[in-house]
């Protein structure tokens, strides 16, 4: 549904229709400045050959320090794997941990991607659907219900893509009870730590003593500091684990780019004044965009904390007729913006939630204000 929706934006956008695209799961900035100097020096300096499979070691330190600094988590820099973004160290993760027939928890909404990859594994996805009310939270009763002898991990994502969930410190101590009892893995994704509101604090659940063991914690610096194209992520986890997640990555594709892990460790041990910029602007969009939307009759929608989405609940208008036709689900509406209003967001199906959409804001201002009146005429019409 998502590729149709933006297969045909894009062929819309050929034919020179005017369509305003808020489906970006990147920053719109561009890499900051002193980072893509550190690359160019990179090749220079002819960094341009395989490194070491789990990462140069400077890097490995960089990461070791700054998950010391920012997460209070105590890693050697040889519990330190470097890979071809998160993505691929979630998947390092669930390859390096899951047998056969055994079942990863997945709250919903949850990013596209983790049902697949547990899938890929040979795992069985295990959903809990978390409610609105409850700001998209799970809750320890919940993960409790759900374990079963076949339980092998938890996939958890704070701040979440696609709500912007950010689970409170409190929260994840009592989800790590459940957890340690249950003696489960956690893969914690906090790729969009630094992108973040309010002042509120994130947490990481691998500095809790009693499954610190049991974390597998998954960074990179693709949202943080705009660098999504050059594909650096990396976990902290016990030896073991990392030991077994180098070998997938080892047969699989070796190191990183060597040009991106230099360019990784300017962006891990330089100046945040840019990554500072780039979250006001953010800040800004979301109140803008979070304003517009609860403006419109009949749509709920949480206030995110973190990421660069907001996640509407449109069910609201599902039933309306349009020409004729009847919308059944958020998917239709989906469709109906972009046909009608030529506004395209992600329908929610894809993250397990179909009454509800997703809007992107890593997009500029003008064209947030663009898609906001044509969204406030395109519902009003229904
Ligand atoms: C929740 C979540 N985790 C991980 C990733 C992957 O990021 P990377 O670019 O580091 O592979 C994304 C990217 O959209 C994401 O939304």
Not at 14 to 29: C, R, Y
Request: hydrophobic letters at 40%.
């Amino acid at each position: 549904m998502t590729m149709a929706l933006s297969a045909l934006a894009k062929k819309l956008a050929a034919e020179g229709v005017d369509v305003v695209t808020l489906t970006a799961g990147e920053p719109d900035f561009p890499t900051p400045f002193h980072i893509k100097q550190a690359a160019i020096q990179a090749i220079e300096d002819n960094h341009t050959r395989y490194t070491v499979n789990a990462g140069i070691p400077e890097l490995r330190k960089a990461i070791a320090d700054k998950f010391r600094k920012d997460n209070n988590l105590s890693f050697d820099p040889s519990q330190i794997l470097v890979s071809n973004g998160a993505k691929h160290s979630i998947y390092n993760s669930l390859k390096a941990i899951c047998n056969k027939g055994d079942e990863v928890i997945i709250p919903a909404p949850y990013w596209v991607t983790y049902p697949e990859m547990v899938r890929l594994v040979d795992g069985t996805p295990v959903f809990i659907q978390t409610t609105e009310a409850n700001d998209f939270k799970m809750t320890p009763a919940q993960l409790k219900r759900v374990i079963t002898k076949k339980t092998k991990a938890l996939l958890f994502c704070s701040p979440c893509n696609p709500t912007g969930t950010v689970y409170t410190q409190e929260e994840i101590e009592e989800l790590a009870q459940v957890v340690s009892k249950a003696d489960l893995y956690v893969i914690s994704d906090e790729i969009y730590e630094k992108v973040i509101y309010d002042g509120t604090k994130h947490f990481s659940m691998g500095s809790i003593p009693s499954v610190k063991e049991h974390v597998i914690t998954v960074n990179g610096v693709s949202k943080a500091f705009s660098m999504t194209g050059w594909r650096i992520g990396y976990l902290g986890a016990t030896k073991d684990i990392v030991t077994a997640a180098e070998k997938v990555q080892s047969q699989m594709t070796s190191n990183a780019s060597s040009i991106s892990q230099h360019a990784a460790l300017a962006a891990l041990t330089g100046s945040n004044d840019e990554v500072n910029t780039m979250n006001a602007e953010f800040l800004r969009r979301r109140d803008f965009i979070y304003k517009a939307i609860t403006s419109i009759k009949g749509i709920t929608c949480m206030k995110p904390e973190g990421a660069f989405y907001v996640f509407p609940n449109v069910s609201a208008y599902v039933g309306k007729k349009v020409n004729g036709t009847t919308l059944k689900s958020g998917d239709d509406i989906a469709t109906f913006l972009l046909n009608e209003e030529r506004v395209v967001v992600v329908p929610g199906s894809g993250f397990g939630a179909k009454d509800h959409v997703r809007i992107s804001y890593a997009c500029s201002m003008e064209e947030l204000e663009k898609a906001a009146e044509r969204m406030r005429r395109g519902f009003a019409r229904l």
